[in-house]
């Protein structure tokens, strides 16, 4: 059976240093590559939290300002109104279709759709009303359903961020048990790299 023989004391010495370096060098490096992963994760899942929630919560903004432009453009008349009103339009519009890039569930994705098409609809329903401002009064059932809609979607957005919050924590306890058991495997592995390294000095 061959045995790998040191010619010199330096070279035993490195060769047993070697052996018994290498399970804690492992160690380190599947430690570093697992931690790394798991914050570049949590960093992801972070920024794209934050994203959902501030865009979120604009739209919902964004229904108030349209509702009470209208109400104020019914009362006082003035195209600056009506200006203002289109505008908040097209960043509703556009916010939701921004907002329906990040998001990640796909009732979210389809409640942001249905949340567009129902802006959509006032927005069509208040020009064919222009002619006749008294009949934008009929649309208040139709504002109130809308930021109904925006309240649920900001329900289910806190419920999914809690889903991935539970998740990154499971995903960290996993990580720890997982490395509290490889310092122990490679622990064991110095021991027995040194028991040979003994052996070596004792040859």
Do not use: C
């Not at 209208?70 to 908040?88: C, D, H, K, M, V």
């Amino acid at each position: 059976m061959f045995f790998y023989r040191p010619r010199s004391f330096l070279q035993l010495v490195l060769s047993g240093f070697a052996l018994v370096m290498s399970p804690l060098i492992v160690a380190v490096l599947t430690a570093t590559i697992r931690v790394d992963r798991l914050a570049e994760q949590s960093q992801h899942t972070v920024s794209r939290t934050v994203q959902v929630l501030q865009s979120s919560r604009t739209l919902s903004e964004q229904v108030t300002a349209m509702e009470r432009y209208i109400r104020q453009f019914q009362a006082l008349g003035g195209e600056s109104l009506f200006q203002a009103y289109t505008e908040t339009h097209e960043k509703f519009q556009q916010g939701s279709q921004n907002l329906s890039t990040i998001v990640r569930d796909a009732t979210q994705e389809q409640h942001l759709l249905a949340l567009m098409r129902k802006e959509q609809g006032i927005f069509e329903a208040v020009q064919t009303h222009l002619p006749h401002p008294a009949l934008l009064v009929t649309l208040t059932p139709e504002f109130t359903m809308l930021k109904e809609m925006v309240r649920t979607m900001l329900v289910e957005n806190d419920k999914i961020i809690d889903m991935d919050t539970e998740a990154m924590r499971e995903e960290a306890t996993k990580v720890q048990h997982l490395l509290g058991w490889q310092a122990i495997a490679f622990t064991l592995g110095a021991v027995v790299f040194s028991g040979l390294f003994i052996g070596l000095i004792s040859r």
